[in-house]
């Protein structure tokens, strides 16, 4: 049948697309009126038998069903009744109907329309025997699509909808969707009533899928069709670009890898596996490109779950979001997606794998030759005399331990390495040392021809972090080392900053006397107006009052300290225990007649953690100082020793001036340095332009 006769079939038509089984659908109104389909019709494409015999049989094969259109002979008016397509394995095909109950012996045979996604293929026909639940056309020689879509539209499935306007609300389900909007079909929820919607002001729309948020967006009505109590929206997203995070004016390099990641991920709405190639990618997101009318993704939705594979089978798994979709050109869109979260195991390998794209000698989190790197902490001095005289004695168990550390690579440790051929020249590592704060230490590095591996290993941990604490798994709002004044390398790196933000509240530096304690006056007892208790919630809103006061700094928001943070998730000591590790810190007041003189803070962990053991020892923070004889504190500290294994315990004084009035003969000092991770941009611009570090690929 030519492009005339089919035009002939529909003539006189008004456009009414309504009719019992007109359910989950609908069409455009234009493709029904006359003037409008014989236009479309003259410029539509050809559809081949042949292709639409394949078309039906895999309807047929994913269980879909296809429309018909029948027309009143009496009132002229249409309806649209959805049918179940047979194999079709010659010219003829057979249908059944969904709804059987439609007395289709009142209407007249218009045609066959199947939505493809992208168009519409109208399949006229003559030769068609009705009935009651089925009925037989003759298929023709030529059919037509007509009507293509910007985009291909995909039906949903399982995903709810939920749509507030100033107050009004209604919830439903997805229908169907494209890059450039979704249909949703949605019943006024409450006494909210659809008298109260606006189609004409913008609503805020919320999709989930199995209690998780798959997009949230304000959105633009388009088309809005009445269903009785139900109500289809056509919708479209206002935003043309999302700001997940905060701009940052440094930002981990894009690297385009060769040969290219795959993505693959269940799409959300579809509920069908997809693949993407990436064209660029970085440790905060990566970016795909799309052919421009077959897009599957839209800005805003969320991928709960997306593995990126690499060559040789290596793959990490995040979830993560479509940021911006920008037309590259008339054919192409490239989507940028940013990394929501990612298991930290997962973001050490894609690090490492984005490192050494950028130098083959670096190493993020990696296995490590323990005969090496032991001489590597000797010859570089990091073991010096009196550090080792502190480790001596359990070097077996400091061997445990960093065995585990460096050859399981525990989600509490991370260790950054700079080597060739094996040989270690750069090292830094951090622990995850409190519940919210990760520790910098071991920071070492020897001479290696015209390179500066300390630079390096420093510049590929801030590499590292600049993206891993925007991520909820990494559990990090704060950083922290310990360094001694007169080491001039981490007090420019460290201090140099602090000092040039001059905000405690950003990056804060404490002093304190150090004082290995070897447990002389075990012994001796408090004396009866003396007490040694655990700290009681008062006592911690008096010791974040005495140090507001004299520093106003991190420290102890850092170590879970301050007396206003909510208790949620795994404590640290149970994430210690569930790797196979020790960790535990409790708090002691000591007091005079209830009057709070000082706070003791017991950390304990496995030996060697910390080289100089400062997860294992003893903090004093001296409240009460003129009120604080030193023997009086001194037993305090005893009793609180037993706790230890040690010879030497490690206890860190605070303020020094208490320190100093009292002659306390202390042995060193310590600063104690913690950044807020949301001054971590800050801190990247000062290194920047201090030691001329860049962070760029090359």
Same mark, same amino acid.
């Given at each position: 049948?030519?492009?005339k006769?089919?035009?002939?079939i529909i003539?006189?038509e008004?456009g009414?697309?309504?009719?019992p089984s007109?359910?989950?659908?609908?069409l455009?109104?234009?493709?029904f009126q006359?003037?409008?389909l014989?236009?479309?019709?003259e410029?539509?494409?050809?559809?081949?038998q042949h292709t639409?015999?394949?078309t039906?049989?895999?309807?047929?094969?994913?269980?879909?069903?296809?429309?018909?259109?029948?027309?009143?002979?009496r009132?002229?008016?249409?309806?649209?009744?959805r049918?179940?397509?047979?194999?079709?394995l010659g010219k003829e095909?057979?249908c059944s109907w969904v709804?059987?109950t439609v007395?289709v012996?009142k209407?007249r045979?218009?045609?066959i329309v199947?939505d493809?996604?992208?168009?519409?293929?109208l399949?006229?026909?003559?030769?068609?025997?009705l009935?009651?639940?089925?009925f037989?056309?003759?298929?023709?020689?030529?059919?037509?699509?007509?009507?293509?879509?910007q985009?291909?539209r995909?039906?949903?499935?399982?995903?709810?909808?939920?749509?507030d306007?100033s107050?009004?609300?209604a919830r439903?389900?997805?229908l169907?969707?494209?890059?450039?909007?979704f249909?949703i079909?949605?019943?006024?929820s409450g006494?909210?009533?659809f008298?109260?919607?606006?189609?004409?002001?913008?609503?805020?729309v919320y999709l989930?899928g199995?209690h998780q948020i798959?997009f949230s967006g304000?959105?633009?009505c388009?088309?809005?069709?009445?269903m009785g109590e139900?109500k289809?929206?056509?919708?479209?997203?206002?935003?043309?670009?999302?700001?997940?995070?905060?701009?940052?004016?440094?930002r981990n390099p894009?690297?385009r890898?060769?040969?290219?990641?795959?993505l693959v991920?269940m799409?959300?709405?579809?509920k069908?596996?997809i693949?993407?190639?990436v064209?660029?990618?970085?440790?905060?997101?990566?970016s795909?490109e799309?052919?421009?009318d077959?897009?599957?993704?839209?800005?805003?939705?969320?991928?709960p779950?997306?593995k990126?594979?690499f060559?040789?089978?290596?793959?990490v798994?995040c979830?993560a979001q479509v940021i911006?979709r920008r037309?590259?050109?008339?054919?192409?869109?490239?989507?940028?997606?940013?990394?929501?979260d990612?298991d930290?195991?997962?973001?050490s390998?894609?690090?490492h794998i984005?490192?050494?794209?950028l130098d083959?000698?670096a190493?993020?989190?990696?296995?490590v030759?323990?005969g090496?790197?032991?001489?590597?902490?000797?010859?570089?001095?990091?073991?010096?005399?009196?550090k080792?005289?502190?480790i001596?004695?359990h070097?077996?168990a400091?061997?445990?331990?960093?065995?585990?550390?460096?050859?399981?690579n525990?989600?509490?440790?991370k260790?950054?390495t700079y080597q060739?051929n094996?040989r270690?020249?750069?090292?830094?590592?951090m622990?995850?040392a409190?519940?919210?704060?990760?520790?910098?230490h071991h920071?070492?590095?020897?001479a290696?021809e015209?390179k500066?591996?300390?630079?390096?290993?420093?510049?590929?941990i801030?590499?590292?972090?600049?993206?891993?604490?925007?991520?909820?798994?990494a559990?990090?709002?704060?950083?922290m080392?310990?360094?001694?004044p007169?080491?001039k390398f981490?007090? &420019?790196v460290f201090g $140099?900053?602090a000092? !040039?933000?001059?905000?405690? #509240?950003g990056c804060? +530096?404490?002093?304190f006397?150090?004082?290995p304690y070897?447990?002389l006056?075990?012994?001796t007892?408090?004396p009866e107006s003396?007490?040694l208790?655990?700290s009681t919630?008062p006592?911690?809103?008096?010791?974040n009052?005495?140090y507001?006061?004299h520093?106003g700094g991190l420290l102890?928001?850092a170590?879970?300290?301050?007396?206003?943070q909510?208790e949620?998730?795994?404590?640290?000591?149970?994430?210690y225990?569930?790797?196979?590790?020790?960790r535990?810190?409790e708090v002691y007041?000591l007091?005079?007649?209830n009057?709070l003189?000082a706070v003791?803070i017991v950390? &304990?962990?496995d030996? $060697?953690f910390?080289? !100089?053991?400062l997860?294992? #020892?003893?903090?004093v +923070?001296a409240?009460?100082q003129e009120?604080?004889?030193?023997?009086?504190?001194s037993t305090?500290i005893?009793?609180l020793?037993?706790?230890?294994?040690m010879e030497r315990?490690?206890?860190?004084f605070?303020?020094?001036?208490?320190?100093?009035a009292?002659k306390?003969p202390?042995?060193?000092?310590?600063?104690s340095?913690v950044?807020?991770?949301?001054?971590?941009?800050q801190y990247m611009?000062?290194m920047q332009?201090?030691?001329?570090?860049?962070?760029?690929?090359?």
């Amino acid at each position: 049948m030519d492009r005339k006769r089919a035009v002939e079939i529909i003539k006189d038509e008004k456009g009414s697309t309504r009719g019992p089984s007109d359910k989950g659908y609908g069409l455009p109104p234009w493709l029904f009126q006359h003037n409008d389909l014989t236009h479309a019709l003259e410029q539509a494409d050809p559809v081949s038998q042949h292709t639409l015999t394949n078309t039906l049989n895999y309807i047929h094969f994913v269980e879909g069903y296809l429309l018909v259109r029948l027309k009143h002979p009496r009132y002229d008016e249409s309806i649209l009744l959805r049918a179940y397509p047979e194999p079709c394995l010659g010219k003829e095909l057979t249908c059944s109907w969904v709804d059987p109950t439609v007395d289709v012996y009142k209407y007249r045979f218009q045609h066959i329309v199947i939505d493809d996604g992208q168009s519409m293929i109208l399949v006229p026909s003559e030769e068609v025997k009705l009935g009651d639940g089925s009925f037989r056309v003759v298929l023709p020689e030529k059919s037509f699509a007509v009507g293509k879509r910007q985009a291909r539209r995909y039906p949903c499935r399982e995903v709810s909808a939920e749509l507030d306007q100033s107050g009004f609300l209604a919830r439903g389900r997805l229908l169907n969707y494209n890059p450039f909007g979704f249909c949703i079909r949605v019943k006024a929820s409450g006494p909210s009533s659809f008298h109260w919607f606006n189609p004409e002001e913008l609503s805020v729309v919320y999709l989930t899928g199995e209690h998780q948020i798959l997009f949230s967006g304000s959105c633009r009505c388009i088309r809005y069709r009445d269903m009785g109590e139900e109500k289809e929206l056509v919708l479209s997203p206002t935003d043309q670009q999302m700001h997940r995070f905060g701009r940052k004016q440094i930002r981990n390099p894009r690297q385009r890898l060769v040969p290219s990641p795959n993505l693959v991920f269940m799409h959300p709405f579809l509920k069908k596996q997809i693949q993407l190639e990436v064209v660029d990618i970085c440790t905060s997101g990566f970016s795909v490109e799309e052919k421009m009318d077959e897009g599957i993704l839209m800005q805003g939705m969320i991928i709960p779950e997306l593995k990126i594979k690499f060559a040789g089978a290596t793959s990490v798994t995040c979830s993560a979001q479509v940021i911006y979709r920008r037309e590259e050109n008339e054919n192409s869109v490239k989507c940028g997606l940013g990394i929501l979260d990612m298991d930290i195991a997962d973001y050490s390998r894609l690090t490492h794998i984005l490192s050494t794209a950028l130098d083959p000698n670096a190493y993020v989190c990696c296995e490590v030759d323990m005969g090496e790197l032991w001489e590597f902490f000797f010859d570089t001095g990091f073991i010096y005399p009196t550090k080792y005289r502190l480790i001596q004695s359990h070097k077996e168990a400091f061997k445990k331990t960093y065995e585990k550390l460096y050859q399981d690579n525990p989600e509490i440790a991370k260790h950054f390495t700079y080597q060739r051929n094996g040989r270690i020249y750069g090292h830094i590592a951090m622990v995850r040392a409190y519940k919210r704060a990760w520790m910098i230490h071991h920071h070492a590095a020897r001479a290696m021809e015209s390179k500066r591996a300390g630079f390096i290993v420093l510049k590929q941990i801030m590499h590292y972090l600049n993206d891993m604490h925007r991520l909820p798994s990494a559990k990090m709002d704060y950083v922290m080392s310990y360094f001694r004044p007169e080491n001039k390398f981490p007090d &420019r790196v460290f201090g $140099g900053f602090a000092r !040039s933000l001059n905000n405690p #509240g950003g990056c804060s +530096l404490d002093l304190f006397a150090y004082l290995p304690y070897t447990g002389l006056s075990l012994g001796t007892q408090l004396p009866e107006s003396w007490t040694l208790r655990k700290s009681t919630r008062p006592d911690l809103w008096e010791l974040n009052t005495f140090y507001n006061h004299h520093s106003g700094g991190l420290l102890l928001k850092a170590m879970g300290l301050s007396h206003d943070q909510a208790e949620d998730g795994e404590t640290i000591e149970e994430v210690y225990e569930r790797l196979g590790f020790f960790r535990k810190q409790e708090v002691y007041s000591l007091c005079r007649e209830n009057e709070l003189t000082a706070v003791l803070i017991v950390n &304990r962990s496995d030996l $060697g953690f910390n080289l !100089s053991e400062l997860l294992n #020892g003893i903090k004093v +923070l001296a409240i009460s100082q003129e009120s604080l004889p030193w023997n009086i504190l001194s037993t305090a500290i005893a009793r609180l020793t037993r706790a230890y294994d040690m010879e030497r315990i490690p206890v860190l004084f605070y303020p020094l001036q208490y320190v100093k009035a009292e002659k306390i003969p202390y042995e060193k000092s310590y600063f104690s340095w913690v950044l807020n991770v949301r001054y971590g941009d800050q801190y990247m611009k000062y290194m920047q332009k201090r030691f001329r570090i860049t962070y760029k690929a090359t």
